[in-house]
């Protein structure tokens, strides 16, 4: 009898463990307890974005577009970089923070992707070519970003800083082509790797010029350069030049 008295209490304690292990880990898949990912995902798509996408991504007119074969590749995209969900539909996706845990965005990419589409595509900048990935950027990028991929303003847009951003970055952005930005589906993957590698690239170029002014490009800069040689050459002028008796 003794000893049952002591197996009650030890039961109960290990069955609460038990219990909140199963908890947090509903907690971070954004489920209940039991939950496959695919039914977390979909609690969760519903709470946060079916208002905009429909309960079954069909899309809703006037807030948001239909996620029928937008794939794990733009969901992953819009809700890692925290561009997804909207505070208000229509503005600009703007990378922040995302609100969601990472398994979270696991779920409900993984619920997504049930739609259809293209999944989350594999990148490799290690097997990419520096030059070929400047040339590349330089066609298809520096226009809007800037060639060290320093952003800028465009009618109707903020161009992004790319300074943030990593090769999966890259790879999902050429192919779901966010907001104004087009899609570049006739890049193959090597050049996709090749414009990773610059990317990552720019994020800490060399200067072999000299003094880099924040990457600002090399006009801005040279109109510093300018600036500054102007002030200089001024500065001397008055030290070793004479006034003019009146």
């Known amino acids: 009898m003794r000893r049952l008295r002591v197996l009650i209490p030890v039961a109960l304690l290990a069955a609460s463990i038990s219990l909140l292990a199963l908890e947090a880990r509903g907690a971070d898949t954004g489920g209940a307890p039991g939950r496959s990912p695919e039914s977390a995902g979909r609690r969760l ?144 993957q090597s050049e996709v790797d090749d414009l990773a590698r610059y990317v990552e690239y720019t994020h800490d170029p060399e200067d072999r010029g000299g003094w880099g002014i924040g990457h600002i490009g090399p006009i801005p800069e040279g109109m510093v350069a300018w600036l500054l040689a102007g002030v200089a050459l001024l500065f001397t002028i008055r030290l070793i030049g004479e006034r003019t008796p009146r």
């Open 45 to 188: 798509f519903v709470q946060g974005c079916s208002s905009c996408h429909g309960f079954e991504g069909e899309g809703v007119k006037g807030s948001g577009p239909s996620l029928i074969g937008v794939g794990e590749q733009a969901a992953d995209f819009y809700l890692r970089t925290g561009r997804m969900p909207l505070d208000r539909p229509g503005e600009e996706p703007i990378r922040t923070p995302s609100p969601y845990k990472p398994a979270q965005i696991r779920a409900l990419v993984s619920y997504v992707g049930s739609f259809g589409g293209p999944p989350i595509p594999e990148v490799h900048p290690e097997d990419g070519d520096l030059a070929e990935g400047q040339k590349l950027f330089t066609e298809h990028c520096a226009g809007c970003h800037q060639i060290v991929g320093r952003g800028g303003i465009l009618p109707g847009a903020v161009v992004p800083d790319l300074g943030g951003a990593n090769a999966l970055d890259v790879a999902e952005a050429v192919r779901v082509g966010p907001y104004v930005m087009p899609s570049f589906d006739q890049l193959d």
